[in-house]
């Protein structure tokens, strides 16, 4: 079984904190992605990886970066935590480099900036 | 873009009731479409996928979805469902080339006993 593993599962910050949010997976899969959920908005996607050392910006990048220094860590920095950074937080990987490949997420981050 | 519209944000049944999730999605190019169920607490993991041939899916859990292109719609069916159903659930497509995928927005199943 696949298995994306998240740093944390709950998270208090305050305004201006550096916050770092991380996901292992454990299939060696190529894909990596961050997600943020929302109530009624879904999922966005934030940033994603193809590769070590690779990234790509998501539909929302503004106000993070990320890091991929090992295939199975994929790291979401928060570089100033505001309050509309309030949301849950999640990883998904996938194998291959081919559309259709199923994405497997994490448990999930709920982060909350005071 | 690409975009997705799932109809309904709340849908309630009563258990053993069906139940059909709507989605419609919008591509100008071939879609590989998704259903994935996020339930209390939980990350999401996937129901069904269409990739191509049969546009009738089956999927875990009884569910089952079918692909019509000319209406651009992805719904998602279940005859019988349980309490265990209760959960959100996400429609997604990509296309061909594409690494990312873009969700609606979540119908939240409420199950009634």
């Known amino acids: 079984d696949v298995k994306v593993t998240q740093s944390s599962r709950y998270l208090v910050k305050r305004t201006g904190e550096k916050v770092f949010l991380e996901c292992v997976q454990d299939?060696?899969?190529?894909?990596m992605f961050w997600y943020r959920q929302d109530p009624g908005l879904g999922l966005r996607l934030i940033y994603f990886s193809y590769d070590v050392k690779m990234k790509e910006k998501g539909d929302i990048p503004e106000g993070y970066s990320v890091s991929r220094e090992k295939k199975e860590r994929f790291s979401l920095i928060l570089e100033s935590a505001s309050t509309n950074q309030t949301s849950m937080y999640l990883c998904?990987?996938?194998?291959?480099?081919?559309?259709?490949?199923?994405?497997?997420f994490g448990p999930g981050t709920r982060l909350l900036v005071l | 873009a690409q975009s997705v519209t799932q109809l309904d944000s709340q849908v309630p049944v009563f258990e053993e009731a069906p139940v059909e999730l709507r989605c419609n999605y919008s591509?100008?190019?071939?879609?590989?479409l998704f259903w994935y169920v996020q339930y209390p607490n939980q990350g999401l993991q996937l129901l069904l996928k269409y990739l191509s041939g049969s546009t009738l899916v089956k999927g875990i859990n009884g569910f089952e979805a079918e692909f019509n292109k000319s209406q651009t719609s992805f719904h998602l069916r279940k005859p019988s469902v349980h309490i265990s159903d209760t959960a959100e659930y996400f429609c997604a497509v990509t296309n061909q080339g594409a690494q990312k995928l873009v969700f609606g927005q979540g119908t939240r199943l409420t199950i009634n006993p």
């Open positions: 591509s100008s190019v071939s879609v590989y």
């Open positions: 998904a990987s996938s194998s291959e480099v081919l559309a259709g490949e199923t994405q497997y």
């Open positions: 299939m060696d899969h190529e894909n």
